[in-house]
């Protein structure tokens, strides 16, 4: 007997791609819009510029895989959390506390680079436990707890590392005071290694083995979540609450579990950038935005692990070519370009009824036409 095929309306994985493929394309005309809109002579080659910019070159591409790594782990985090039916929105205090304890591990306590990545997990998890726990215990909505976590999570590690003159960068020979030390004079044993990349990318400064990590780590995460009765759990809790309880799933449990482990992944993504040596921590007021950045990367991929992977790369190759765009244009208007793209890119999800409602009618009147 022939197998019937299955209706291209309802291939989720499919209609996944298609939807992501589109928003991507209308975010790249409305961001070209724009472009024409501030500055209409140099749109062409700004927007060329922007989509050129990431492979011109080694140096360019291996900048893009050193910021997606990142990217990577906050969007992991937050599609983590989505399919237990939280909204993770608490993923750069998570990222701050990350951060906050990679540093403390490498300049204070001098360990090595895999002992610091642990240490920023540890620090993302505790962080993320406060939000999970409140929506468990007290039904209070993760949003507005994690909201009010990433700001005490910021100003508790500047209040820290200002009082702690070791962390800083004056107290290893530098002149600054409102950053951190550079690992590659405090502890260059901190600093993640290149594992070989160095011969594939020359000497850049960007390149070492982080987005190796991050890419593991998505594959773990979507094994996790699809291969073991853990992450059926997870899922189910997601799916209906009420009937994962009836079914005996330890629906509080889970929700707590669910927000430690997407904590420990910002967490992760912290440590993974602040540990590579090229960047340091400065004591602002201001909430750093690789948390924020993980939204678009997670509903872009559709909160799957695999698609992660594909949709922080996007992310990053936009806005390492965004850098290529001045001084025609200004910073701030090339990130209102890459913002317009990027939030357009995350409305895959309604371009999935889109696309799905258009497959449904085309196959509705095929079966008039009959």
Not at 146 to 172: E, K, Q
Not at 326 to 349: M, W
């Amino acid at each position: 007997m022939k197998k019937q095929r299955k209706p291209l309306s309802q291939n989720g994985a499919l209609v996944g791609v298609l939807a992501s493929l589109l928003s991507i394309v209308v975010g790249l005309i409305l961001g070209f819009v724009l472009l024409v809109i501030l500055k209409p002579d140099a749109a062409l080659a700004g927007m060329n510029s922007m989509l050129t910019r990431g492979i011109s070159s080694l140096n360019s591409f291996s900048q893009v895989l050193y910021q997606a790594a990142p990217l990577m782990m906050c969007g992991l985090s937050v599609g983590f959390a989505f399919k237990t039916g939280l909204f993770n929105i608490g993923a750069p205090g998570q990222y701050t506390l990350g951060v906050f304890f990679a540093l403390l591990f490498a300049i204070q306590f001098q360990m090595p680079w895999y002992v610091c990545l642990l240490a920023s997990m540890a620090g993302g998890a505790v962080w993320g436990v406060f939000p999970g726990l409140f929506k468990a215990l007290f039904n209070v909505n993760e949003v507005i707890t994690s909201i009010m976590f990433n700001w005490i999570g910021m100003y508790l590690v500047n209040l820290v590392f200002a009082n702690m003159p070791i962390m800083l960068a004056s107290a290893w020979g530098a002149s600054n005071s409102d950053r951190t030390a550079a690992l590659s004079a405090a502890n260059p044993g901190a600093i993640i290694p290149t594992g070989g990349l160095e011969k594939l990318f020359g000497d850049s400064p960007w390149i070492n083995i982080s987005i190796l990590i991050a890419i593991l780590v998505a594959i773990v995460v979507w094994v996790v979540l699809q291969k073991t009765t853990f992450g059926y759990e997870l899922k189910a809790c997601g799916l209906n609450k009420d009937a994962s309880q009836y079914a005996g799933i330890n629906a509080k449990r889970n929700v707590v579990l669910s927000m430690v482990i997407a904590g420990a992944l910002s967490g992760l993504g912290g440590g993974i950038y602040y540990l590579a040596g090229t960047v340091q921590y400065v004591i602002t007021k201001s909430i750093l935005d690789m948390g924020f950045n993980g939204i678009p990367v997670a509903l872009l991929a559709n909160s799957n692990p695999i698609g992660t992977i594909f949709s922080s790369l996007f992310v990053s190759y936009l806005q390492v070519g965004g850098s290529a765009m001045q001084p025609n244009y200004s910073p701030e208007t090339t990130d209102i370009v890459i913002a317009v793209i990027i939030y357009l890119a995350a409305f895959a999800l309604l371009m999935r009824g889109v696309i799905t409602r258009a497959l449904s009618r085309r196959k509705e009147k095929e079966a008039d036409g009959k």
